[in-house]
């Protein structure tokens, strides 16, 4: 079955730097890659996706990249803000439903 | 639009007991999907639902099972609960495609 690798488990960056997290799958039938956003007490917020045929999408300040063939996506958050301090999460998924396998997730620090 | 809810918040349980939780999905959502979230093994799927019928299933055992009825709704139940199910239980919905928004869920405590 699918494995989902992601790093690093903490990250602490200065508000205006940049963080990246990556993570990496084994399964070559995984095509649907999300990322959300946890905050304390709430459920996991879908803050951006990539399927399989584009290489990298942007929104705003946050963008996803994806090299196939290596089989690992990234997460870049630029201009961080204290806001963005989460939990992030990676996962991999097929084209159709929501049985997705998740990454250990990443805690974010952006310090003031 | 209203988001998705999830009821109780908050539950807490003996070993040995069962547990019904509940699911409102988004208003027009009819895939339902079910996650275990715990500090040792993370976000782990448990099932998802789609038109009242179980369209996938994670690896769980027979203890878990849900259901989903014909307004969309969905419960989820444990049965013989055991300590190492005290979890946050998170529910998530979509259109049935692979976009899904998720819950507060509900934190079980087995004692």
């Known amino acids: 079955g699918e494995n989902v690798e992601q790093h690093p488990s903490t990250l602490s960056v200065q508000e205006g730097d940049s963080a990246v997290i990556k993570c990496t799958y084994s399964?070559?039938?995984?095509?649907?890659f999300p990322w959300y956003k946890q905050e304390l007490g709430k459920g996991p917020q879908l803050i951006i996706d990539?399927?399989?045929?584009?290489g990298e999408k942007k929104d705003q300040r946050i963008a996803v990249t994806l090299n196939k063939t290596a089989k690992h996506f990234s997460l870049h958050i630029t201009e961080t803000q204290p806001e963005d301090s989460a939990v992030y999460f990676c996962?991999?998924?097929?084209?159709?439903?929501?049985?997705?396998?998740f990454g250990p997730g990443t805690r974010l620090s952006v310090l003031p | 639009k209203a988001g998705v809810t999830q009821t109780p918040r908050y539950l807490i349980k003996t070993r040995g007991q069962q547990v019904t939780l509940s699911c409102s999905p988004i208003s027009g959502h009819r895939s339902v999907s079910w996650y275990q979230q715990t500090p040792g093994q993370g976000l782990q799927f448990l099932f998802e639902?789609?038109?009242?019928?179980?369209?996938n299933k994670g690896n769980f055992p027979g203890r878990f099972s849900g259901r989903q009825f014909s307004n969309s709704r969905s419960e989820m139940n444990v049965s013989t609960l055991e300590l190492g199910d005290s979890a946050l239980y998170l529910c998530a919905s979509g259109q049935g495609g692979n976009e899904q928004f998720f819950g507060p869920g509900t934190r079980l405590t087995v004692l």
């Open positions: 990539i399927r399989s045929n584009v």
């Open positions: 639902y789609f038109s009242e019928t179980q369209r």
């Open positions: 996962a991999a998924g097929e084209d159709y439903g929501q049985n997705f396998v």
């Open positions: 399964d070559s039938a995984s095509n649907y």
